[in-house]
Antibody
Framework: QVQLVESGGGVVQPGRSLRLSCAAS????????IHWVRQAPGKGLEWVAV????????YYANSVKGRFTISRDISRDTLYLQMNSLRPEDTALYYC??????????????WGQGALVTVSS | DIQMTQSPSSLSASVRDRVTITCQAS??????LNWYQQKPGKAPELLIY???NLKTGVPSRFTGSGSGTDFTFTITNLQPEDAATYFC?????????FGPGTKVDIK
């Protein structure tokens, strides 16, 4: 069965960095685009970034552009989100989610359980 | 960016009731609209894709309709396990955007 498992969350001071990982299994990882979506405590869903199946196309929300980098390692079936210059407003549960069909858009048919990132001094 | 609105923001209904949630996009998104269910402490789960298509394994009491800018999500024969927050999401263009959510409580 399809599984996405995030890791790497934690408490970090403003201005510092953190890297999230998302380990995929149960499907052919290299064939699908993957998104990061975040949810601040008690709030709604905010799209963060997406990477294409081959890793050549990457797009970011304006709120994280220039600070976050999405990448993937096909040999490890793992997605990453490098987060630099973290701000308190980046505090959220970060989900990775798989696109259902070929491409970058589409429905997000499987989600991980989330990794909590808390930015606080 | 395409803005998504939802109404109502919350509702309370009884078991076996019919519940309807509306979602409006700020511009024409044709049929590129998905619906998700999120229960407390859990990740969102896809229920409906491309406005009206039921994801495999999702109960048929969940339905979606609409096109362009106006969409509707309906739960017929509401069940206790349907207590959750429901989000719409457009995938016509990046950035993907979500509605603010509708919290459904069971009386």
């Amino acid at each position: 069965q399809v599984q996405l498992v995030e890791s790497g969350g934690g408490v970090v001071q403003p201005g510092r960095s953190l890297r999230l990982s998302c380990a995929a299994s149960g499907f052919t990882f290299r064939n699908y685009g993957i998104h990061w979506v975040r949810q601040a405590p008690g709030k709604g869903l905010e799209w963060v970034a997406v990477i294409s199946d081959d890793g050549t196309k990457k797009y970011y929300a304006n709120s994280v552009k220039g600070r976050f980098t999405i990448s993937r390692d096909i040999s490890r079936d793992t997605l990453y989100l490098q987060m630099n210059s973290l701000r308190p407003e980046d505090t959220a549960l970060y989900y990775c989610a798989k696109v259902s069909v070929y491409g970058l858009r589409g429905s997000l048919d499987y989600w991980g359980q989330g990794a909590l990132v808390t930015v606080s001094s | 960016d395409i803005q998504m609105t939802q109404s109502p923001s919350s509702l309370s209904a009884s078991v076996r009731d019919r519940v309807t949630i509306t979602c409006q996009a700020s511009q024409d998104i044709t049929h590129y609209l998905n619906w998700y269910q999120q229960k407390p402490g859990k990740a969102p789960e896809l229920l409906i894709y491309d406005a009206s298509n039921l994801k495999t394994g999702v109960p048929s009491r969940f339905t979606g309709s609409g096109s362009g800018t106006d969409f509707t999500f309906t739960i017929t024969n509401l069940q206790p396990e349907d207590a959750a927050t429901y989000f719409c999401q457009q995938h016509d263009s990046l950035p993907l955007t979500f509605g603010p959510g509708t919290k459904v409580d069971i009386k």
